[in-house]
């Protein structure tokens, strides 16, 4: 049973987070981070996230990769398959150490806020808007408090500036 989730999500200036079902960014150092920070743990995402996720990349290497669909006959390979959020929370077991990773989109980025489970979140903030048309949901209700881990600059791999911080439930 997960009783306990963390977050990991990156949002442009207006809190935008994809387009047409894609990411709106190559920004390979928060890329980077979005690995090394999730490996080895469980990363729950919805179906339309997995879809977008180009198939040489599936299942996400070293990790437990689980799917939300609703869809009763949905099957992707070597994933965890779920049809409610409840049951994933349920019946889902973690190893010691290991944590449970909800990586989007942003419907089950708004279940796990809602279910107040969240006690970390880990959120990449870039300078710059990229005309969204899928918004990570509001958090202000809830107190997190803020330590920015890195920032990146504009570079020759990155057109622009972002800062990823971690949020802990206060
Ligand atoms: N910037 C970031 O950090 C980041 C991270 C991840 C994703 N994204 C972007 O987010 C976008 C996708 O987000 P989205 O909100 O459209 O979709 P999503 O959250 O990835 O997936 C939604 C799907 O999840 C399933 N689902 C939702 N609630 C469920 C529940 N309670 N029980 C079982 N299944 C449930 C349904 O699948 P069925 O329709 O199969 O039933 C639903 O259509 C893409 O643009 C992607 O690139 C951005």
Same mark, same amino acid.
């Given at each position: $049973?997960?009783?306990?989730?963390?977050?990991? &999500?990156a949002?442009?200036a207006?809190n935008g987070?994809?387009?047409?079902?894609?990411l $709106?960014?190559?920004? @390979?150092?928060? $890329?980077?981070? =979005?690995?090394? +920070?999730?490996?080895g743990?469980?990363?729950?995402?919805g179906? !339309?996230?997995?879809?977008?996720?180009?198939? !040489?990349?599936?299942?996400? /290497?070293?990790?437990?990769?689980?799917?939300?669909s609703r869809?009763?006959?949905?099957?992707a390979?070597?994933?965890?398959?779920?049809?409610?959020?409840e049951?994933?929370?349920?019946?889902? *077991?973690?190893?010691?150490e290991?944590? &449970? =990773?909800?990586?989007?989109?942003?419907?089950?980025?708004?279940?796990?806020?809602?279910?107040?489970?969240v !006690?970390?979140? #880990?959120? +990449?903030?870039?300078?710059?808007?990229y005309?969204?048309?899928?918004?990570? @949901?509001?958090?202000?209700?809830?107190?997190f408090?803020? +330590?920015?881990? #890195? *920032?990146? /600059?504009?570079?020759? !791999?990155? *057109? &622009?500036?972002?800062?990823?911080?971690?949020?802990?439930?206060?």
């Amino acid at each position: $049973m997960i009783d306990s989730l963390s977050l990991i &999500a990156a949002l442009d200036a207006e809190n935008g987070i994809g387009k047409n079902n894609d990411l $709106m960014w190559n920004l @390979p150092s928060d $890329m980077r981070f =979005f690995k090394d +920070t999730t490996k080895g743990h469980v990363v729950i995402m919805g179906r !339309k996230n997995y879809d977008s996720i180009p198939e !040489k990349y599936r299942p996400l /290497a070293g990790r437990t990769n689980v799917v939300l669909s609703r869809k009763k006959d949905f099957e992707a390979p070597d994933c965890l398959v779920f049809d409610s959020f409840e049951s994933c929370l349920s019946q889902l *077991e973690l190893a010691p150490e290991q944590k &449970a =990773f909800i990586i989007g989109g942003a419907e089950i980025y708004k279940l796990a806020l809602e279910s107040g489970l969240v !006690k970390e979140m #880990f959120l +990449t903030h870039i300078d710059k808007t990229y005309g969204a048309d899928t918004f990570f @949901p509001n958090y202000n209700g809830q107190h997190f408090q803020k +330590t920015c881990l #890195f *920032e990146q /600059a504009i570079d020759e !791999k990155h *057109e &622009a500036t972002f800062r990823v911080y971690r949020y802990e439930l206060s």
